[in-house]
T-cell receptor, first 116, second 111 residues
Framework: DADVTQTPRNRITKTGKRIMLECSQT?????MYWYRQDPGLGLRLIYY???????NKGEISDGYSVSRQAQAKFSLSLESAIPNQTALYFC???????????????FGPGTRLTVL | GQQLNQSPQSMFIQEGEDVSMNCTSS?????WLWYKQEPGEGPVLLIA?????ELTSNGRLTAQFGITRKDSFLNISASIPSDVGIYFC???????????FGAGTRLFVKA
């Protein structure tokens, strides 16, 4: 079984709809992240969480919200989807225990979201 | 804000050739990482570098952490078709909450 799973893998929705993307991990990591990937732009950080009670905005948080329901679960919501939120969305985790290994992130398979 | 310039954007090579790609920044990083992304999948960590000047290998892959802390390169020797994908560099700092990713190098390998 995959260590980091994302649901759904693909989603097509309409402008104005509320969408939730879910992420679960079995790696036992405290840190979780949501990224957005657009062609030619690499990965941009939307939100990150270092533990259940810690949520922080990333580079491009406008139009998004998150919820850390448990150590293993981190969901991303688009309150009112718009077409320029069409992208690939990735969840990632990293270990919080010592050294600099918290920079080593493990990614889920991604969710391809299309907003019409 | 911090940005990474990754080059080349894409490479078309013949199987068996060696490949070199690099990443530069105007800012200093404490950690450099290289990831590979295949179609339909998330990025997978290939190599992590923690010290300026460090040279690390992973099979046919070799990466170096630049002395200035502002750059890194990745070499792939004797490329094979399964090397196809997008290679991302990433720079990390103390705290780990602001890892910056490059735009990626798309590698095509012709058999």
């Amino acid at each position: 079984d995959a260590d980091v799973t994302q649901t759904p893998r693909n989603r097509i929705t309409k402008t104005g709809k509320r969408i939730m993307l879910e992420c679960s991990q079995t790696k036992g990591h405290d840190r979780m992240y949501w990224y957005r990937q657009d062609p030619g732009l690499g990965l941009r950080l939307i939100y990150y969480s270092f533990d259940v009670k810690d949520i922080n905005k990333g580079e491009i948080s406008d139009g998004y919200s998150v919820s850390r329901q448990a150590q293993a679960k981190f969901s991303l919501s688009l309150e009112s989807a718009i077409p320029n939120q069409t992208a690939l969305y990735f969840c990632a985790t990293s270990d919080d225990r010592g050294d600099k290994r918290y920079n080593e992130q493990f990614f889920g398979p991604g969710t391809r979201l299309t907003v019409l | 804000g911090q940005q990474l310039n990754q080059s080349p954007q894409s490479m078309f090579i013949q199987e068996g050739e060696d490949v070199s790609m690099n990443c530069t920044s105007s800012s200093i990083f404490n950690t450099w990482l290289w990831y590979k992304q295949e179609p339909g999948e998330g990025p997978v960590l290939l190599i992590a570098l923690y010290k300026a000047g460090e040279l690390t290998s992973n099979g046919r892959l070799t990466a170096q952490f630049g002395i200035t802390r502002k750059d890194s390169f990745l070499n792939i020797s004797a490329s094979i078709p399964s090397d196809v994908g997008i290679y991302f560099c990433a720079g990390g700092n103390t705290g780990g909450f602001k890892t910056i990713f490059g735009a990626g190098t798309r590698l095509f390998v012709k058999a």
